[in-house]
């Protein structure tokens, strides 16, 4: 059974930085490809970043492009988004998913596995 545990999330000021982390358990990151997710308040889930299985390929939704980076750390089983000049509009709980496929699927429901989720909220 894989668990994935997020952490990280919290408050920060337009223009400021977090990092979130997405600590996996029952199996390897390194034998699953990972993705992480968002969803605001009366808004769906929305796909943000992934990382293929084998860590060759790294995809970002256009909104977070050049501001988010997806990493993967195979010793800690660990996978990181750090999120740079973060907007109001970041503002949403991430979650964290994970899939046995080459790289997971961006409608969030349709990867097998997935976390309970970490708050972001953006201040102007």
């Known amino acids: 059974q894989v668990q994935l545990v997020e952490s990280g999330g919290g408050v920060v000021q337009a223009g400021g930085s977090l990092r979130l982390s997405c600590a996996a358990s029952g199996r390897t990151v390194s034998s699953l490809a990972m993705g992480w997710f968002r969803q605001a308040p009366g808004r769906g889930r929305e796909f943000v970043a992934l990382?293929?299985?084998?860590?060759?390929?790294?995809r970002y939704a256009d909104s977070t492009k050049g501001r988010f980076t997806i990493s993967k750390d195979n010793a800690k089983n660990t996978v990181y988004l750090q999120m740079n000049s973060l907007k109001v509009d970041d503002t949403a709980g991430y979650y964290c998913a994970a899939d046995g496929s080459l790289v997971v699927s961006t409608e969030f429901a349709n990867n097998e596995y997935w976390g309970q989720g970490t708050q972001v909220t953006v201040s102007s």
């Open positions: 990382i293929s299985r084998n860590g060759n390929t790294i």
